[in-house]
T-cell receptor, first 111, second 114 residues
Framework: SQKIEQNSEALNIQEGKTATLTCNYTNYSPAYLQWYRQDPGRGPVFLLLIRENEKEKRKERLKVTFDTTLKQSLFHITASQPADSATYLCAPSGNTGKLIFGQGTTLQVKP | DAGVIQSPRHEVTEMGQEVTLRCKPISGHDYLFWYRQTMMRGLELLIYFNNNVPIDDSGMPEDRFSAKMPNASFSTLKIQPSEPRDSAVYFC????????????FGSGTRLTVV
């Protein structure tokens, strides 16, 4: 069955450092992969989408990579800030519209 | 646009009662999704619609759960009868057909069944 794995342990880093979150998937051949941010008590918010034929995508301080051979996506936040503290969810998906999420990784950025 | 609108924000009900959750997607969006989120199971897809037609309901846990989308601007998720294990946050989301701009989620309905 399809499986999505994200670091279950919280990631604690110092302000100004780069945070790197991992998303691994199995039994999947996604056409693209999405990353979302979720704050406590709120719904997920879309951040970035990367397609299977794209190696890397950037948006401001965010960078996403997508390695279809390794079946892995990495999500980077450079120059991290306390305001970046949240849970980050990855969601590989095909062309059907169905979007399945990983469990998410909680990031804590300390000042 | 006001985004995806869900109601109510909070619902507390007694076991055995019927619960109806409501969602208004973003105008012009072709897809609508219902998710359930718990600490144990994370964010689970229950059902999704394309142009008001249910496409995949394999995530609906039991026959007690049903969802409808009578028109492009309204959807309901009904639980009858409700049970304590249904307690969770239920999210509705919508997206355009090409999905390149991601999915927009509502603020969720926190359901507590006592």
């Amino acid at each position: 069955s399809q499986k999505i794995e994200q670091n279950s342990e919280a990631l604690n880093i110092q302000e100004g450092k780069t945070a790197t979150l991992t998303c691994n998937y199995t039994n999947y051949s996604p056409a693209y992969l999405q990353w979302y941010r979720q704050d406590p008590g709120r719904g997920p918010v879309f951040l970035l989408l990367i397609r299977e034929n794209e190696k890397e995508k950037r948006k401001e301080r965010l960078k996403v990579t997508f390695d279809t051979t390794l079946k892995q996506s990495l999500f980077h936040i450079t120059a991290s800030q306390p305001a970046d503290s949240a849970t980050y969810l990855c969601a590989p998906s095909g062309n059907t519209g169905k979007l399945i999420f990983g469990q998410g990784t909680t990031l804590q950025v300390k000042p | 646009d006001a985004g995806v609108i869900q109601s109510p924000r909070h619902e507390v009900t007694e076991m055995g009662q019927e619960v109806t959750l409501r969602c208004k997607p973003i105008s012009g969006h072709d897809y609508l999704f219902w998710y359930r989120q718990t600490m144990m199971r994370g964010l689970e897809l229950l059902i999704y619609f394309n142009n008001n037609v249910p496409i995949d309901d394999s995530g609906m846990p039991e026959d007690r759960f049903s969802a409808k989308m009578p028109n492009a601007s309204f959807s309901t998720l009904k639980i009858q009868p409700s049970e304590p294990r249904d307690s969770a946050v239920y999210f509705c989301a919508s997206s355009l057909a090409d999905r390149l701009y991601g999915y927009t989620f509502g603020s969720g309905t926190r359901l507590t069944v006592v």
